[in-house]
């Protein structure tokens, strides 16, 4: 059988299922992987270079309180945007680790790649998106970007625009004149309505829909941007929306059945694409058994248009097995 409309495969921070996330090694095996897009969260250092990491410190996944422990802010943390980019490149990236004084410099993931092991750099954007089109042209393939602007009010508000630096890159290397290639994604809506309407981008764009509770850096209200009148002001301005995995699955009956929300029927009924995150084998949600059971329940009976993994190949090989057929 042919799958109509074959969801997308959004490697979430590369494969950083066995890599360490946004290193470019992780970046080249989802590539070789088969993932449709490579997703690049993006910060900028004190100099203004747009750099891919997902947070706006430094000291979850690099050594920097090794090379500069006397630069932390009166938080404790290290922010990537009092360093200058050549200072960040003398930094070293490992798994993502825990801070907290119980658990500070162990893995999250505990069973993933080696955390002290190899040499691993935070890459610019621009290398980055220079990397993948380097590696689209050896290896005969078109994989997309997937880029995600990181806390662009906390930018500003440090005087850096985000938004502006983002598009200079994209327009240095390509992907500007590209919309098939490229998706910008963002918590925050009036920073994609300033895309769309002052910045004029062509490129699509997916309203990133997390929990009131998280203090993303963002007024948005994301209760209201599930109701249909939220996703009528979505369609305003976005292609799509990226929803969080309980967002869609509520959990299981009494029967053992998966309960969905009526959230992708309404995006669908708007013309907007559903991307939910993040999948993850060695993080299913409560009463899911295994990870082909959680794809099972969004691609066959949620008809999500795609989803990030830090697992790609996981779910290539779930796709192409389904086209397949029995």
């Known amino acids: 059988m ?15 299922g066995y890599l360490p996330e946004h290193t470019l090694a992780a970046k080249a ?18 100099d203004g270079a747009a750099i891919v990491l997902h947070d706006i410190h430094l000291d979850s996944t690099t050594d920097v309180a090794q090379h500069f422990p006397g630069r932390a802010r009166s938080d404790g943390r290290f922010y990537a945007i009092d360093f200058d980019l050549e200072e960040i490149r003398q930094l070293r990236v490992h798994e993502r680790a825990h801070l907290d004084d119980k658990r500070k410099g162990s893995a999250v993931y505990p069973e993933r790649f080696p955390i002290g092991h190899a040499l691993f750099t935070v890459p610019t954007l621009a290398e980055e998106l220079d990397f993948l089109a380097g590696l689209d042209r050896s290896r005969g393939c078109r994989t997309g970007v997937y880029i995600e602007l990181k806390s662009p009010n906390w930018h500003r508000r440090e005087g850096l ?12 290397t390509g992907y500007q004149d590209r919309p098939e290639q490229v998706f910008l994604q963002c918590f925050d809506d009036q920073t994609l309505q300033q895309l769309r309407k002052q910045l004029k981008t062509p490129l699509p764009m997916i309203q990133l829909i997390g929990e009131n509770g998280w203090g993303e850096d963002s007024a948005v209200d994301y209760d209201y941007l599930r109701t249909p009148e939220g996703l009528d002001y979505v369609a305003s301005y976005a292609q799509g ?20 929300s009526a959230l ?6 708007r013309g907007l694409q559903v991307h939910p995150y993040t999948f993850r084998r060695d993080e299913l949600p409560a009463g899911i058994g295994n990870f082909e059971e959680l794809l099972d329940i969004f691609i066959r009976q949620a ?11 996981l779910v290539v090989d779930y796709l192409n097995q389904w086209e397949a057929g029995p």
């Open 303 to 313: 008809g999500v248009d795609g989803l990030f993994t830090d697992f790609p190949d």
């Open 241 to 260: 929306i990226g929803p969080f995995i309980p967002h869609i699955y509520l959990g299981k009956a009494v029967s053992g059945a998966p309960q969905l």
């Open 2 to 16: 042919s799958i109509s409309n074959r969801p997308i495969v959004i490697a979430h921070r590369g494969a950083s």
């Open 264 to 269: 992708v029927e309404e995006a669908h009924a």
């Open 29 to 46: 095996l989802a590539h070789a992987m088969g993932a449709d897009f490579l997703e690049q969260d993006v910060v900028l250092s004190r």
């Open 161 to 172: 625009d985000l938004s502006a630096a983002v598009l200079a890159v994209l327009q240095q």
